[in-house]
């Protein structure tokens, strides 16, 4: 059982940043660890992932180009910066890890999650 803990959610206006992150207590038994969002009203959808071997990078086309995802193996913490942020980005992210984890049923395991709020 991975345990994954998020911090870094908060309230911020339009065009601000925020970094989130998330230490996972081990990054042997789940590959690939990144994040997922929920908007209110809506699904979880995928946000970014990033491979704790190689550091492969995956984006969501919403997150190309205003988030970027990073690791730190040696703290087993994994990074998400955003930047540009709108309105449609408030949502409750969470860490997600597993072998594969491009989409929600392939995650193998959740972080409790945490808000970020953007308003305009």
């Known amino acids: 059982q991975v345990q994954l803990a998020e911090t870094g959610g908060g309230s911020v206006q339009t065009g601000g940043s925020l970094r989130l992150s998330c230490v996972a207590s081990d990054r042997f038994s789940a590959p690939t660890i990144g994040w997922f969002r929920r908007p209110p009203g809506k699904e979880r959808e995928f946000v970014a992932s990033i491979t704790w071997l190689y550091g492969i990078t995956v984006y969501s086309d919403s997150a190309k180009n205003r988030f970027t995802i990073t690791k730190d193996s040696t703290k087993n913490t994994v990074y998400l910066r955003m930047g540009n942020l709108k309105p449609e980005d408030t949502a409750e992210y969470y860490c997600?890890?597993?072998?594969?984890?491009?989409?929600?049923?392939?995650?193998?395991?959740w972080g409790q999650g945490t808000q970020v709020t953007v308003s305009s």
């Open positions: 997600a890890a597993g072998r594969d984890i491009s989409s929600r049923t392939s995650v193998s395991f």
